[in-house]
């Protein structure tokens, strides 16, 4: 009988499995305490909610096999995938969606996000431009600031493209290399993320539109960058073997105005987790998803939203090739220090 039993159990078909159903999630400002969803999210339920208000009315809504997926919860998703800088694979289970629905929403999103971009990156006005070189020599003690610039990396995967060894950078990873411009204030005054890993940070900044903006003298005041830039009238660089005293102090206030740059970098990077990890979009994507941050970014400084602690990673050093610099870049740097610095 037995034996019986298990002939009919064996020709029987196997049970299906249970339908995944999407799980409620949209109180979830109010699942979690505001210390238990700043560890997650990296940003207070304010901050969060704040951020939903902003973009509701551009984010539309989606289905997911059938069930509605509101735009508060496809922003709380993205917020969470840009803080926690793992797979998707977490994020949708906190979430209750599949993994494709993860990377459709965080996409769409970071578009809606992108389009604020004007709004919360700006380059200073000349108004703005004299608070500025006041705040940044009230920081450093170098005259006439009006930014910091630098290159950071920022790791992706590798494209299945025919071009994809130009994402390799000097570090011998993939990434896109990000153009940056800083504020007194630690805020994003200019972003470029358009460029390959192995990009040279000079060649970006001779290729942007700022540059172009400095070139025709629309902007009174200097930007500060390491020697991976070019000497000119309105960018300079340290000295690299400073012999004079003036050329000393120079570089002192040189290194200790431009480290601002550096702090907001770390800053941002320690908010979007995602932006340590590997991105695993294609390179036009892990762009938009770059750019997305920095305004987050901003908005969150310019709300008084308290930075995420500061947490150090092994990074080696690589050095960048210096740029050759001619007689006039020097003649420009020479003059300023002599200036300035005596």
Known sequence: MDYLDYINDAGRPPPRPERRLLRDRSNLLNEFDDMEFRDRFRMYKDNAAEIICLLQTTVSCDSVRGTPVPPSLQILVTLRFLACGTFHRETADLFGVSESTVCKI???VCKAICGLRKDYIKFPAAVDQTTYKLQFYEYGNFPGVVGCIDGCQIP???PSTEDAELYRNRKNWFSINVQGVCTPTMQFSNIVARWSGSTHDSRIFQNSSLCAQFEAGQHSGILLGDSGYAQTHYLFTPYLHPTSPEQQRYNRAHIHTRGLVERMFGIWKNRFQCLRYTLRF??????TVIV?????????RQHGCVDPPTEYYRDPHVPMAEVVNDNTGHAYRNSFAVQHFS
């Open 282 to 287: 294609q390179p036009r994507r892990c762009c």
């Open 156 to 158: 992706i995967k590798c």
């Open 106 to 108: 965080v996409h769409k």
């Open 292 to 300: 997305a941050t920095a305004v987050l970014h901003n908005y969150l």
